[in-house]
């Protein structure tokens, strides 16, 4: 068990992405399986941008089965649909590259909590 301070929220604060990603992880430092509380919270920001490259992966499909709809600005816009939703995924799999990078660092010995380090998951 990771010897970490966990910090506690501010009322109201429960249904932030924070605040769910860190109950999420404490759920996992304590039923061991995670190491550290910096690599549990990387395993449920993996799980969850899984979670949501499938749902867009999902969008996706159903979007490219249909059939032209003769309105040409629904099949623009449908268009343009799958050109974002493309992008949004290549750049999932990006965040998903950098969580699984941060995975593998905190998962070696001595290796500097994620403040002290100077790394953390970029945005785009």
Do not use: C, Y
């Given at each position: 068990m990771s010897r970490q301070i966990i910090p506690l929220r501010p009322k109201g604060a429960e249904q932030?992405?924070?605040a769910r990603t860190d109950v999420a992880a404490v759920a996992l430092l304590a039923g061991g399986q995670a190491t550290s509380l910096q690599a549990a919270r990387a395993e449920v920001i993996?799980?969850?941008l899984r979670l949501?490259?499938?749902?867009?992966?999902?969008?996706?499909?159903?979007l490219r089965s249909r059939e032209t709809s003769r309105l040409?600005?629904?099949?623009v816009a449908?268009?343009?649909?799958?050109?974002?939703?493309?992008?949004g995924v290549v750049q999932i799999?990006?965040?998903i590259a950098q969580a699984?990078?941060?995975?593998e660092r905190t998962e070696q010995p001595g290796t500097l909590p994620?403040?002290?380090?100077?790394?953390?998951?970029?945005?785009?």
């Open positions: 932030s992405a924070l993996l799980a969850d949501r490259r499938d749902e867009m992966t999902a969008l996706l499909s159903d040409p600005h629904i099949d449908n268009a343009n649909l799958i050109v974002a939703i493309v992008q799999d990006l965040f699984r990078g941060l995975i994620l403040g002290e380090s100077g790394q953390a998951l970029k945005g785009a």
